[in-house]
């Protein structure tokens, strides 16, 4: 027996249910929503080929030219175009450091919003399914924090970060701090939508009939509960995806985010902020535009899916 | 309607307390006060008398009771790296960011209001499409880059405004500095109430927007219609009264954003209030501060929570026949 028989029809069925989707058709109703797809895809190409593509690797020293520093962008009177998007106070090329933050910020902002699900999509499945006295608790933790801003709480566990880790432990660990501040911050939202959607779930017939048949209690919620919920988790993990971005930027604008050795857009910004006031705005606005797309673009995909798919946010 | 005060109030206090809890304990075993207060170099005598008089050998219940006890009475500790009661710096920074706060919520809600009902009853003109992309935006950039983007434009361009600091500040009475009553205060709150209020203003346009578009098509709008009253009195008596009523209360609710904003906002244009206290605290790893950050924000939130739902209680009959509340809150 050769795989690829077993796979032919396979995939044709794959195939037509995409063509099916609600979600892919979706695109061909918006303008927007394609433009927003393509952005996307873009940003997620680069994210893969950027070392392949910049013109500098902006982390390696020995390509910077300290003679090229502070050059406006191409098309201004002192550019030149082997520096398109212009340089920083140290020559580097903006465009390469553009295309690598971007990488950093997609990243980073995945991998906070992955331990968020991580965190609530569990929590929110058990204390929906188990109700009482569990439920009851879990879903008071989740509602004194949601009383607090998750900024204020990535905040609030960066600085926290600080004060127990040791400096040298700390420098170290704050790209994984980062992450765990935003993950964190975000998993009480999760964990109320997945409980909010289990509880209608819970009562429904196939649940039942999986009871009766002896379906034990995690493989219920994993395998039968879940898939069903999954639409609306998808389009909610989509909104906090472009949140989980914003924050990253905005904890390494305000400093206490990812540091200098490793530049997402944010560190970008805030290095570019000081040279604002003397009028290189190319080193802040670049990095700021492509925060600002990949977010927007994020946040319009996100809002036509929603629409498609009927989901009031959470 | 007293009693329904009185349950929500009730309902308060544990997220109060368990958020006291969490900051008393950031206050009390995140670092070593003892050593952050006397140094390095310091013998086991003074320790002992200090670890006494801080009363860190009581067990950890009466520590929390005598926090709370402390932070009711206005007692939040010393600041680690001003060196000054925490209660005292706050008092100080605390004038700046009520008054941006406010300047921003009145640069949100005005145009506001009349922009997101105008998108609403021309959906398809094209100034209405303009207003819901910048609303857009305004939703999904991230603070720091409005107040950059502006900074950009109007001080650096243009140099109409400064693009830091709070101008000349006026002292009234024994606890309040404004910025209010000179020409370079007032020039300078412009810009970082514009930032502040962006993201307010363009929350309350789109939600205004959905919320007229759906009350446009109750049954009580085609009544009207049929009744033949003029579309002014329709839109401004009937649909607006019914529309405001969940944006009144997101706006309220939205104000907690406002003070996690007022963070980035005071970043970016230095602005001497308490987001930016709250920030050079989480730089410096300056616990005392951070923790009376927490537990006054907590108390904020907690109280803004309140009002909106007393509010609303207040605005909307419904809500006040049990059977009927209930369904109309879902």
Same mark, same amino acid.
């Given at each position: ?250 904890? &390494? ?58 989901? &009031?946010?959470? | ?330």
């Amino acid at each position: 027996m050769t795989i690829s028989k077993t796979d032919g029809p396979r995939q044709l069925a794959w195939l037509t249910r995409l063509k099916r989707s609600v979600l892919l058709s979706s695109f061909g109703a918006s303008p927007a929503a394609m433009l927003s797809a393509a952005l996307i895809t873009l940003f997620l190409l680069n994210a893969i080929f950027a070392p392949f593509l910049v013109p500098q690797d902006p982390s390696d020293l020995r390509s910077l030219n300290l003679t090229d520093s502070l050059k406006p962008p191409a098309w201004m009177a002192d550019g030149v175009w082997g520096y398109p998007l212009g340089t920083d106070g140290q020559g580097r090329d903006i465009l390469s450091a553009v295309m690598y933050g971007a990488r950093t910020s997609l990243g980073f902002g995945l991998a906070a919003l992955a331990l968020a699900s991580l965190l609530g999509i569990p929590i929110g499945l058990i204390a929906g399914y188990t109700g009482g006295f569990l439920d009851s608790v879990l879903m008071r933790v989740a509602d004194t924090q949601l009383t607090f801003p998750p900024i204020l709480i990535a905040l609030l566990l960066d600085g926290i970060g600080r004060a127990v880790l040791s400096r040298s432990m700390q420098q170290s660990l704050q790209p994984l701090w980062v992450v765990l501040a935003i993950g964190v911050s975000l998993w009480p939202q999760f964990a109320r939508l997945v409980r909010a959607s289990t509880l209608v779930e819970r009562g429904k017939d196939y649940i039942l009939a999986a009871r009766l048949v002896g379906v034990s209690r995690s493989r219920i919620l994993a395998l039968h509960i879940l898939p069903n919920i999954g639409s609306p988790i998808l389009v909610f993990a989509a909104i906090n995806l472009s949140f989980a971005i914003v924050a990253e930027a905005t904890l &390494s604008f305000l400093g206490v985010g990812l540091p200098p050795t490793e530049p997402s857009l944010g560190t970008l910004i805030m290095t570019g902020n000081d040279f604002l006031l003397s009028g290189e705005w190319w080193m802040s606005l670049f990095p700021g535009l492509a925060l600002m797309s990949l977010v927007m673009a994020i946040n319009c995909l996100a809002d036509s899916f929603q629409d498609r798919l009927h989901i &009031s946010p959470g | 309607m007293l009693a329904f005060a009185f349950s929500r109030a009730l309902q308060a206090i544990p997220v109060v307390l368990v958020v006291g809890l969490i900051a008393f304990a950031l206050f009390a075993y995140v670092g070593d006060p003892v050593l952050i207060m006397l140094g390095q170099e310091h013998t086991e005598a003074q320790r002992k008398l200090l670890v006494e008089q801080l009363g860190l050998d009581q067990p950890f219940y009466v520590q929390y009771v005598r926090y709370i006890w402390a932070v009711l009475h206005g007692q939040l500790g010393i600041s680690y790296s001003f060196g000054r009661p925490v209660a005292q710096l706050i008092a100080g920074r605390l004038p700046a960011t009520l008054e941006l706060a406010s300047v921003a919520a009145v640069f949100a809600v005005i145009p506001a209001i009349p922009l997101g009902l105008f998108s609403a009853i021309r959906p398809r003109n094209l100034l209405s499409r303009g207003i819901l992309l910048v609303s857009l935006l305004g939703v999904s950039a991230p603070t720091f880059m409005i107040g950059l983007l502006l900074i950009l434009g109007f001080s650096v361009a243009l140099g109409w405004f400064p693009s830091f600091g709070r101008g000349q500040v006026v002292q009234v009475g024994r606890w309040w500095t404004t910025g209010l009553l000179t020409g370079s205060g007032l020039r300078a709150i412009v810009l970082p109430a514009l930032t502040l209020g962006s993201v307010q203003m363009s929350f309350i346009v789109r939600l205004m927007r959905a919320e007229i578009i759906r009350a446009l098509q109750a049954d009580y709008i085609r009544f009207a219609r049929a009744r033949g009253l003029p579309e002014r009195s329709l839109y401004c008596v009937h649909v607006c009264r019914n529309a405001l009523l969940p944006v009144v209360t997101a706006a309220g609710l939205q104000l907690g954003n406002v003070l996690a904003f007022s963070v980035v906002t005071e970043t970016v244009f230095q602005w001497p209030g308490l987001g930016l206290l709250f920030i050079s605290a989480v730089r410096g790893a300056d616990i005392p501060v951070m923790s009376a950050y927490l537990m006054l924000a907590g108390l904020g939130f907690v109280a803004i929570n309140l009002s909106v739902d007393l509010a609303y209680h207040a605005i909307d009959p419904r809500l006040r026949i049990p059977h009927l509340g209930a369904s109309s809150e879902s």
